[in-house]
Structure formats: structure tokens, C-alpha cells
């Protein structure tokens, strides 16, 4: 020991030596000796470099022109302190020189604190030359090298000490045990330390029992968890708060709840991990008003939301986050006063997750003006999640810029969630561009970029991606038999669809419901109903209601329209399966399209018997239902019947009332709109002004499209042409067809229709031949109106040339459509007999195709021709006065007054009545004047006068 007269003098000199050396010297009385050696783990290594002793040996260092050697044991050590606190490798160094010199590397309380400050300078093979050195080792020099070979990663090797340790027959102690622990991941390791630790009578160490129970919760073994805090004698504030964190790492809330109240009942006192961890478990249990409300106001009287530790703070924004109440959670993220960056972080994933999109970027860019904050990888997930879930693809590409400025070095999760936001927001280029520069790729990597190809129609890349990953030999997950079983959508791919089936199968992910589930539908979409039906029926005992949807939807969405509502009628029998929102979205909607309203008045009678009416996508549908078999009255009357309508709602009663031939409701509905209207709205109105036919008005919802910028959208486009076409202005609907800066099919087929509307038809196939200069291909629809533009303009022999090759050169199956302008092209002509055989010669037993040949039968005068037609009609239609009035019109046309008289008689014995017609006069009032008054639907306003005067005849 040094006499405390000379202690200022080695101060000063300790000062001078160490001033050279960059070493900050402090008082003795502030300097720390480490007699118990026990290590702290919160420092991350260092890449390393070169050992030590050579790295003096030939250079010149102030310690060797000392004259005289006057430093001890302790103010070694002291030195040896100072350098695990600066962790500077070349002081470490330095002080090993010292040491050496000094002749006191024997003494083992300086031999260890210069292995921990190796360690934390980064230079674990130091560490290991020191250690190496000692001869004689104790129990503390053990769990010192031990310790940094945890801190360094080196897990191995501390397995290797320790088992050194029992060979050489060195005591070992709690701490030894403890350390070991954090290296063992496998459960039997656990087990034989464990085991080792009650031989050696080491488990009444508190230490030992709390790692012993999270390193048992990490592995999963919450039993043996339980009988370690339960056998313990003895229990202080962390293992219970160790009992509640395992608890909630392994997913078992109410059990971790029910910890903190035995914790409290026995008088320990919470703390802000116990209090922390416990709302964290409630957030997870959603249970608001009971036990997160309790939780608070625990905190409150243990004043534990003031201190300076905010994890309580934290735990309690993203509870009420989590539990939608985002003021009260606002209002508490306000209040904490030195908010950390888990603070912002649980801020704005609670803004994102609850769908507050503007709310959550405008915290973000608030959290950037706090220079001691800077956002971090979980903050950029957050916002990148949002982006991908609202396709919000410019913030998404701001944010990506953020990352490459802030974080060039982003890892891989990053880089994943990239992908996720560009294949959400259908930019798979970007997205590919990324995959492509990953050069260690994970398989949540692959997985993204295969979903990605397939939810955006590239059904082909997803499984050529597919291939590939096989070939990578990475193990594949559930996700990755997800995601390409979702490409396969169409019966183009069902060999490949039964191949997965197969793959599965052989990997056992065929046990799990979701792949059932996702089976089902991809063989309802391939066609293979028969396959899907009996997959179903294998596991109809245990299938749930999502196995079920799937294949109702699967039918619904392919066309099977009565088999979704068998299939319906099935699963109501079955007892493990109850229907939900989603079923009676899909029944409902394969109802619309059945021929009888029966089966849909069914289904809504199920739906209001079971609540389920109350949820607005049941009632969207019902409306489109009841508009499909022109039911205006009930599709109203459902829509009025509640008050939380969404965009939605509305959309479908205005395109209810366009297409039931009611467009001055569906105007003034628009006009009382509780929502902005969208492009479908946009779309659908115009529809409306079309029909109406009046210029005005379609000239008003004009000029809101461009205020709105809803002009750039092909289908409005589209919708514009055919408006502008049908109220006469051909040379308006020219002008936004060649205005638009990319035409889609949609535009080229509205711009054909507006020639052949106004009998231009050179000018519809000159078209004709521009668009497939641009190789897109045409449509059902692109004929549809090509035929009917030839038909108007007497070009029948082009005409019926399109008709011949539709299908041989561009592959465009004929349907009825196409026959029926074949057939008016032929009688407009006056070429009946050329009609009447290919009626005869197609099968063509349909109303408005015989109508029409009848009505053009008594424009020429062709008594005979029109009994032939007249007859067929008679049949399928007995009680339509107008075919009926058509014939006799034709008979008095050559003259034939007794015949023309006989089926007058007819009519009237029979009661028919011909509907009256009327024409409609636009007298000039605006959109906004429009009103319906025999329909009450929204809030009403009085009107002086309608906007329109009919004349019926």
C-alpha cells in the first residue's frame, strides 16, 4: 500500500505519465476497484486487431525512460479501470506495458479487469493471450473470460470454458451458471445446466433462478419456467417481473396479468418493467375499459407514468393505439417530456396502423426538427407499411429516398419492405430492381417478390420465381406455398396448380387450414370445381367458415352461380361452420346473377335474421342485387334503412338508378353525395347523362372531372366520349379521344361506337385498323361495335367480313351479341331471306333478335317473312302486344286490312296493352334543380319547377 503522504506526488506523476498516454486521470478516492469482478454485458465488441505484447516491443513509450518503477497493485488496477471505461485499444495497450513492467500481472484482480478491457475495446484475441498467460486461475477469472467471450458472439467457446472448468475441477459458482446459461440455446443444454445447478445446491441464488426462468421462456418451456419461480423460497421484484416478461413472450396474456396481481397481493412493490410488461398483455387482450383502464391508474398512484424511466408512458400510448382511442393515446404521448425514440415510434405506428395517414406524416416530419432523434429502421417499417396498405406509391418513393440519404447501409427487412410497398402500389419493375440487387437473399425476400407477381397478374413470373427459389434450395414456408398457390387463377394453370397440391403434400402443408383454403380456391378459379368440391368434402368435419368462403367465392367469382348457393345451403347443415359477412357478401352476389330474386330475398332474410345486415358491404350488395332484376323500389329502400353508408353505398345506388332507367334520381343523388365522389362515381353519373341525353348537364359533371383531375382516368375518358357521342357532339367526343395521352381499349371501343352511333362508319374502321397499328388487342366489345358502325352506315360486306375473321385472326369468341348485329346489318339492308337463315342457321331463339328482324320484316313489307318470324315470337312471348301491333302494321303496309283487323281483335280480346311512349323535352334548369319528388331518398329541396317536360304518346 501506498502511505498517504506520498499519494500527491503519484498522483502527479500518474497525471504526466498518463497525459502522454491520452488517459484521463481522476482522483484516487473517485477511482473504482473491482474486488468482486462481476461483469457488466452491455458493450458490443469491436472488429478486432493484432495482440498485444508485440505491438510495444521495439518502440520507444515514455514508461521506458522512468527512472525508477514507484506504481502499486492498485493504482494499476485503477489504470487498467480508467481503460474499460475509455475502451481506446491503444491505452489498453499502453497500461499493459505498464502492468508488465510493474511486474503485477500476477495479480489476478488486475489480470481480469485488463481481459474485460480488451474485450470492450473490441480485441477478444487479447482478451484470450491474457487469460492464457495466467497460470493460476480462479473462479472470478473464469466467468471473466467466459463473460466476454458471451459479449464477443463466441458462444461456443464459453461452452468450451466451462466444461474446461468442470475437467480442471474449478468451484464453480451462481454467476459461473448464470453466464453458461446465456450461451445455451438448445432446451437439453438448459436442462443438464440446470440439473448441475440443484446438485450444487446453487439455485438459492435470485440471479441464477431469473435466468434460469427467461432463458426456460425463451425456449418455450413456460411449465418449467413456473416450477422454478414456485419452487423458489424466496422471490424478489425481478423474478416476478421475469415470470411476467415470459409469460408475455410466449403469447399467454392472462397469464402474465394474472402474475402481476399475485405480485401485488404479496406486497412486492411494481415497478415500471412489471407495470410495462402488464400492459403490454392487456394490448394484446384489447380489453380497453377493464384491465388496460386499471393498469393506468395503477400507474398513476405509483406515480410510476412521472419518472424518468417512460416505459410506462410508452406501453400505454401503444395500448390505446392498439385499442383505437388515438386521443387518448395523443393526448399521453403529448404529456411525456423527454420522449425517446420508441416514443415517437409507438406514436406513429399507432397513427398508421388506424388508418390516420396525413396524422402519421406529419408526426414523422415533426420527429425530424428533435436533433437528438433520428428516425430508425422501425420507424421507416411503420411508415413503409403504411404505404404499401394505402398504395401510396409517392411517399413511399419519398421515404425510399429518406432511406438511401439517412440509412445507405439499410439492411435486409428494409429492403423487404421496399419490395412489399412497390408490389402493393403495382410497380414491379421497382420492386424487381430491388430483389435483383439483394445479394444475400432471405426467403421472406423470395416470398414477397412471388405474391407480388401474382396479385399483380403476372401469374407466369410468380412461378418462374418459384422455380428459381427451388433451385436456391432454401426451405420454403407456408408463405411461400401462399403465395404461389395464388397465381394460379385461371384454368391455363391447373396443371401447375396440381402440382403444387402435389408439393405440398410431400412437405406437409397440406395439414394447415389456410392451405386447404387457398387449395380450394385455386381449383374453383382453374375450373376443376369437381376437384375443389371433393377437397372440401374431406375435411367438411373440421373446415372453417374462410374454407367455406373460399369456395363460394371461388364459384360466385367464376361464373358457378347456382353451385355458390348449394354450396351455401351445404354449410348452414354443417355444425363446425357458421356463416359470416363475407359468405352473404358472396351468396348475395351470386344471387344477382341467377335468373330468380327468390334465392337473393333469401339470403337477405338470412342476413337480417343473423344481425348481418348491419354490416355495409352485406347492404352494398343487396343493392346491387335488387338493381339487377330492376327492383329500384326495395334497392332504395335499403339503402335508406341505415345511416352508415359509405363511397360504396352510394356508388351503387346511383348506378341502381342509371341502369333502371331512373338517371334524374341517380343526378340529384349525386348532387346530395355525403362523399367525394371517386371515379367509379364519376364514371357512373355520366353513365346517367348519357341516357338522359341532355348536353348540360354532362357538361357541368365535365367541368367538375377537370377541377378534380379525374381526366386523366381512361374509364372517364371513355364515359366522356360516349356522353359528348350521345348527346350529338361527335366533334367533342373527337376531341378527348385524341387529347388523351394513353388510350386504352376502353377509349378506342367508346370512339368506334360514337362513328357507328352518327353513321360514320369508313371513319369506325379506319379506326379500326389505327388501334391494331398500336398492337392492342380488340374485344367482344371492339366488334360489338365495329359490326353495329357497319350495320348503321349500309357497309354490310365489310360487316360480315369482320364477322368471319374475328375469331381466326384476333381469337374473339362469337356470343349472341355479335349475331344480333349481323342480323339488324341484314334487315337494314332489306336482305331478310340472308337473315332469316342465319337465325335458322346459328340457333338464334332470342327476343330481341326475332323483334328486331320483325320490325324490319314490316319496314320492307315482307308479309311472309314477318309470319315466319312473328310465329317463333308468338311462342316465346305470347303476351307482347307489340310484336303483335308490329304484324299487323305489316299487313296493312300490302294492304291486307282483314288480317291486320282479325290480330286487332286479338289483342284486345286478350287484354294486351302496348306500354305508352314518351319523349322527353330539356327546358334548361341545372343539375343542382333536379328532383324526384315520388322517391324519398336523402334531404330534400323544394323546386318550382322540373327540368324537363314529357310529352306521351
Known amino acids: 500500500m501506498i502511505r498517504s503522504a506520498g499519494k500527491t506526488v503519484l498522483y502527479k506523476s500518474l497525471k504526466t505519465t498518463l497525459s502522454s498516454l491520452h488517459l484521463k486521470v481522476v482522483p484516487f478516492s473517485v477511482c473504482k476497484t473491482s474486488n468482486n469482478h462481476l461483469l457488466s454485458g452491455n ?129 464453480i459458482d451462481s454467476v459461473t451458471l448464470v453466464i453458461t446459461i446465456s450461451a445455451f440455446s438448445k432446451l437439453s443444454y438448459l436442462q443438464t445446466v440446470h440439473s448441475f445447478g440443484v446438485k450444487k445446491g446453487l439455485l438459492l441464488d435470485f440471479d441464477l433462478c431469473n435466468a434460469l426462468i427467461i432463458a426456460y421462456a425463451k425456449s418455450g418451456d413456460v411449465e418449467s419456467s413456473e416450477t422454478i419461480f414456485m419452487d423458489s423460497k424466496v422471490k424478489d421484484k425481478n423474478s416476478w417481473n421475469s415470470m411476467i416478461t415470459s409469460c408475455l413472450k410466449n403469447h399467454l396474456p ?33 380489453n380497453l375499459h377493464n384491465i388496460g383502464n386499471i393498469l ?19 406501453a400505454l400510448v401503444s395500448f390505446y393505439s392498439k385499442c383505437g382511442d388515438l386521443e387518448t393515446a395523443e393526448t399521453l404521448f403529448k404529456g411525456i417530456h423527454d420522449k425517446d425514440l420508441v416514443s415517437w415510434n409507438t406514436m406513429i405506428h399507432g397513427f398508421a396502423s388506424n388508418g390516420m395517414i396525413l396524422e402519421a406524416f406529419d408526426l414523422l416530419s415533426e420527429m425530424q426538427f428533435i436533433k437528438s432523434i433520428e428516425p430508425d429502421t422501425v420507424t421507416i417499417l411503420s411508415m413503409l407499411s403504411l404505404c404499401a396498405e394505402s398504395m401510396l406509391l409517392r411517399e413511399g418513393k419519398i421515404i425510399h429516398g429518406f432511406i438511401i440519404k439517412k440509412l445507405p447501409g439499410f439492411d435486409l427487412l428494409v429492403n423487404n419492405s421496399l419490395m412489399n410497398m412497390y408490389s402493393k402500389c403495382n410497380q414491379m419493375d421497382k420492386a424487381g430492381s430491388l430483389f ?16 407480388g407477381y401474382a396479385q399483380n397478374g403476372n401469374s407466369k413470373f410468380a412461378q ?36 403444387l397440391h402435389g408439393w405440398q403434400l410431400k412437405l406437409g402443408f397440406s395439414d394447415n387450414i389456410r392451405t386447404i383454403n387457398s387449395l380450394v380456391f385455386m381449383y374453383t378459379n382453374c ?90 358491404r352485406v347492404r352494398n350488395v343487396l343493392i346491387t342485387m335488387y338493381g339487377r332484376f330492376g327492383d329500384v323500389e326495395s334497392a332504395i329502400l335499403v339503402f335508406d334503412l341505415y345511416v352508415d353508408r359509405n363511397l360504396c353505398s352510394w356508388n351503387c345506388i346511383i348506378s341502381v338508378l342509371s341502369q333502371n332507367k331512373e338517371p334524374k334520381t341517380a343526378l340529384r343523388l349525386f348532387k346530395n353525395m355525403e362523399f367525394e365522389p371517386d371515379e367509379i362515381t364519376i364514371a357512373t353519373i355520366l353513365s346517367s347523362c348519357t341516357h338522359l341525353g341532355t348536353l348540360r348537364n354532362g357538361k357541368q359533371i365535365h367541368g367538375y372531372i377537370l377541377r378534380s383531375n379525374f381526366h386523366k382516368n381512361n374509364f372517364i375518358t371513355a364515359a366522356l366520349i360516349d356522353m359528348y357521342s350521345n348527346c350529338g357532339r361527335l366533334d367533342i367526343s373527337v376531341i378527348i379521344f385524341r387529347s388523351s395521352p394513353e388510350k386504352t381499349i376502353a377509349s378506342w371501343n367508346s370512339m368506334i361506337s360514337a362513328y357507328g352511333y352518327h353513321s360514320e362508319g369508313r371513319k369506325a374502321i379506319d379506326l379500326f385498323n389505327e388501334m391494331k397499328k398500336t398492337k392492342i388487342p380488340p374485344t367482344k366489345t371492339t366488334f360489338i361495335n365495329l359490326l353495329s358502325a357497319c350495320g348503321h352506315s349500309g357497309l354490310v360486306n365489310e360487316g360480315v367480313g ?112 302496348k306500354p305508352g311512349g314518351y319523349s322527353l323535352v330539356d327546358i334548361g334548369l341545372s343539375v343542382r334543380s333536379i328532383e ?13 319547377k322540373n327540368d324537363f317536360i314529357v310529352f306521351y304518346y
Open 254 to 286: 392472462e397469464k402474465s396479468l394474472w402474475y402481476l396481481k399475485k405480485m401485488v397481493s404479496c406486497g412486492t412493490q411494481v415497478d415500471n418493467v412489471s407495470l410495462s410488461c402488464a400492459i403490454s398483455a392487456s394490448n394484446s387482450l384489447l
Open 802 to 913: 369482320y364477322y368471319k375473321c374475328m375469331f381466326d385472326e384476333y381469337g374473339v369468341e362469337r356470343t349472341i351479341e355479335h349475331n344480333v348485329c349481323v342480323v339488324d346489318m341484314l334487315g337494314r339492308c332489306g336482305r331478310l331471306s340472308e337473315g332469316f337463315e342465319f337465325i335458322e342457321r346459328v340457333g338464334l331463339r332470342n327476343e330481341g333478335v326475332l323483334g328486331a328482324m320483325l320490325s324490319w320484316c314490316n319496314y320492307y313489307g315482307d308479309v311472309e317473312m314477318g309470319k315466319k318470324v312473328s310465329e317463333i315470337l308468338f311462342d316465346l312471348e305470347p303476351r307482347n302486344s307489340g310484336y303483335y301491333v308490329c304484324l299487323a302494321n305489316a299487313y296493312v303496309g300490302v294492304g291486307s286490312w282483314s288480317d291486320a283487323v282479325k290480330l286487332r281483335e286479338f289483342v284486345e280480346d286478350m287484354r294486351l296493352k
Open 43 to 171: 458493450d458490443s465488441p469491436i472488429t478486432t486487431s493484432p495482440i498485444l505484447p508485440r505491438s510495444f516491443h521495439g518502440s520507444c513509450h515514455p514508461f521506458d525512460e522512468m527512472p525508477q518503477r514507484t506504481l502499486g497493485f492498485f493504482d494499476i488496477l485503477n489504470l487498467v479501470e480508467l481503460c474499460k471505461v475509455s475502451r481506446n485499444v491503444k491505452n489498453v495497450i499502453n497500461v499493459h506495458a505498464l502492468a508488465f513492467k510493474a511486474g503485477v500481472l500476477a495479480h489476478l484482480p488486475t489480470s481480469t479487469s485488463l481481459i474485460i478491457a480488451y474485450s470492450r475495446a473490441g480485441h477478444y484475441p487479447s482478451s484470450m493471450a491474457v487469460f492464457d498467460e495466467i497460470s493460476c486461475k480462479d473462479v472470478v477469472i473464469w466467468n471473466a473470460m467466459m463473460t466476454c467471450t458471451i459479449e464477443d458472439g463466441q458462444f461456443t467457446d464459453a461452452i468450451t470454458f466451462f466444461i474446461q472448468m468442470l475437467q480442471e475441477g474449478i468451484k
Open 296 to 314: 393506468h391508474g395503477l400507474g398513476i398512484k405509483l406515480g410510476l407514468d412521472k419518472t424518468r424511466n417512460i416505459s410506462v408512458q410508452n
Open 932 to 944: 324526384e319528388p315520388t322517391i324519398n331518398l336523402v334531404s330534400e329541396q323544394k323546386v318550382e
Open 436 to 451: 435483383m440487387s439483394i445479394e444475400n437473399k432471405d426467403l421472406v425476400s423470395w416470398n414477397t417478390m412471388i405474391y
Open 527 to 616: 375450373g376443376d370445381l369437381k376437384a375443389s368440391c371433393k377437397l372440401l368434402k374431406s375435411v367438411s368435419k373440421v373446415a372453417d367458415t374462410a374454407c367455406w368462403n373460399a369456395m363460394i367465392a371461388g364459384s360466385t367469382q367464376n361464373g358457378y352461380f347456382l353451385e355458390a348457393f348449394e354450396t351455401f345451403n351445404v354449410m348452414r347443415r354443417e355444425a363446425y361452420a357458421k356463416h359470416d359477412s363475407v359468405t352473404l357478401v358472396s351468396v348475395i352476389s351470386a344471387s344477382g346473377n341467377l335468373e330468380s330474386v327468390i334465392p337473393g330475398k333469401v339470403a337477405h332474410g338470412i342476413a337480417c335474421k343473423t344481425w348481418f345486415d348491419q354490416d355495409v
Open 464 to 499: 418462374i420465381l418459384f422455380k428459381k427459389l427451388l433451385n436456391q434450395c432454401l426451405e420454403c414456408s407456408l408463405s411461400t406455398a401462399l403465395a404461389v398457390i395464388s397465381s394460379c387463377d385461371s384454368p391455363e394453370f391447373l396443371k401447375f396448380g396440381e402440382s
